[in-house]
């Protein structure tokens, strides 16, 4: 035993936990890592989107298969039970590897690892199993679970999530969805092309994307019902759900309607996983402002820290590390007296819609946000028909944006919905993070590929700017 500072991390084997658990292994702490996860190794791989990549690539090939008017014949069907067996040998080997890199720091001197569950009991107590931990520092990196709308009628049904659909090898003729964010957008076109469901979806606003552009919406509503032939209902709400006779669904909506399937779907956001008794030292969760986002601190309780989804900010991967960073770093500031790291990154996300192969890219800020941030912008368009690379690879669909500052070039935004936009995130974010003028971004054409559609962009910029 030392006297160095005790730090626990709850949640060690998600995303979060284990970048925070491995920085924390290097400081000059005492450190217990603690998860109860069976397997264990984090929403992202286990349930998120290491496996709902792995069945969306089996969609895309019969999609661009069924889709493309060069090849004939019947589309290939997919074998949803190959998929799934292809899906679980990749992700509990990836599973496995992150349990593995945990219970490799325990061997560490002064580190410890408890594969129990855990709870804060007073201020600086935190029981694992039927352990007291006195704790200096607290990470609370603990995830996130589905959002089951407090829907009347939706105890009386059966109803399955994300999770259970990317584990499911059979499926029934029908189904309605609730919920058309990221985890609508990336399914919905498995259960239609892959399992071969004929679904209605719940879109409660005008369109999906609600923070973008009108036209990306618009783009994404016309791709799913001319493309995947799935029956959108926009601008209502649901009201109840109630089985019917045969087994299946009746679902209730605002405007008098209701819609009958065999399967209901919800895809409907996710909650922080805060019960793990953070009102016993003092937090109150439900209050505004109980954790600085920025420094991903507790208001109420200054040694507790909270990154990853639990924070309920970002709720992304690769934000849940950076702020796992932030947060180790913040123990150490803390420990040292000094003050605290803060965390403010690029937007930076993709959505794998159109069965992958018409993903959504959005870094940075979109137009409105721009002007509302005191910028005059400039805004050059592109659809994916204006580039040749497109035409050739029959990639119809497509838009994307580019958001530049008016006064010094700077470039603020890229928004893309089309065939690769995925491609273009990481070349764009080297642009945003680094502020580039738009007139600094090399305007040089390779051989013939999908980033054309960047240089059209900038080519458009500049010529506005001008």
Same mark, same amino acid.
């Given at each position: 035993m030392t006297d160095r500072p005790h730090v626990v991390v709850l949640g060690a084997y998600g995303s979060a936990g284990a970048a925070a658990a491995r920085e924390l292994a290097d400081a000059d702490v005492r450190l217990t890592l603690v998860d109860d996860g069976d397997p264990g190794g984090g929403l992202c791989i286990l349930r998120g989107c290491m496996p709902s990549k792995a069945v969306l690539?089996?969609?895309?090939?019969?999609?661009?298969?069924?889709?493309?008017?060069? @090849? &004939?014949?019947?589309?290939?069907?997919? +074998? @949803? &039970?190959?998929?799934?067996?292809?899906? +679980?040998?990749?992700?509990?080997?990836?599973?496995?590897?992150?349990?593995?890199?945990?219970r490799n720091l325990a061997e560490r001197e002064d580190v410890e690892f408890v594969h129990d569950t855990a709870r804060i009991v007073d201020d600086h107590t935190v029981r694992v199993g039927e352990r007291d931990l006195e704790a200096d520092y607290v990470v609370v990196a603990t995830g996130?679970?589905?959002?089951?709308?407090?829907?009347?009628?939706?105890?009386?049904?059966?109803?399955?999530?994300?999770?259970?659909v990317l584990d499911a090898t059979d499926f029934p003729d029908s189904g309605v969805v609730m919920g058309f964010g990221y985890v609508g957008l990336e399914l919905v076109p498995y259960l239609g092309e892959a399992a071969g469901m004929d679904l209605t979806v719940i879109e409660h606003d005008e369109r999906p994307l609600d923070r973008a552009a009108d036209r990306f919406g618009d783009e994404l509503l016309a791709l799913y019902r001319e493309d995947f032939d799935v029956e959108i209902r926009t601008e209502v709400y649901e009201e109840s759900v109630e089985p019917t006779d045969d087994g299946g669904v009746r679902l209730h909506l605002d405007d008098g309607s209701a819609v009958e399937a065999d399967q209901l779907f919800c895809f409907t956001g996710r909650s922080p996983n805060l019960d793990v008794g953070l009102a016993n030292a003092g937090v109150d969760v439900d209050s505004e402002g109980w954790?600085?986002?920025?420094?991903?601190?507790?208001?109420?309780a200054p040694h507790v820290f909270v990154a990853g989804d639990a924070l309920g900010e970002r709720m992304l991967l690769h934000t849940a590390k950076e702020e796992a960073l932030t947060v180790a770093e913040n123990v150490t500031r803390a420990i040292a007296g000094e003050d605290l790291a803060e965390y403010d990154p690029l937007h930076h996300e993709v959505t794998f819609a159109g069965a992958s192969v018409y993903p959504y890219a959005s870094l940075g800020l979109t137009a409105e946000e721009a002007r509302d941030a005191g910028h005059d912008v400039v805004v050059a368009e592109r659809d994916a028909t204006d580039d040749g690379i497109f035409k050739l690879k029959d990639a119809r669909w497509g838009h994307a944006r580019l958001v530049v500052d008016a006064d010094d070039g700077a470039?603020?935004?890229?928004?893309?919905?089309?065939?690769?936009?995925d491609v273009m995130a990481k070349t764009m974010q080297?642009?945003?993070?680094?502020?580039?003028?738009?007139?600094?971004?090399?305007d040089r054409a390779y051989h013939p590929t999908t980033p054309e559609i960047i240089d059209g962009l900038v080519r458009d910029a500049r010529a506005a700017l001008d």
């Open positions: 690539s089996a969609t895309a090939h019969r999609y661009q298969a069924r889709h493309d008017p060069r @090849l &004939e014949g019947d589309a290939p069907e997919v +074998d @949803l &039970e190959r998929t799934v067996r292809h899906k +679980d040998d990749h992700v509990l080997d990836w599973a496995a590897s992150r349990r593995d890199s945990v996130s679970s589905l959002h089951v709308p407090d829907l009347p009628g939706i105890e009386d049904v059966d109803w399955m999530g994300s999770a259970d954790v600085d986002t920025a420094t991903m601190q507790c208001r109420d470039v603020l935004g890229y928004h893309g919905l089309h065939y690769e936009a080297v642009v945003l993070e680094n502020g580039l003028d738009v007139r600094d971004v090399p």
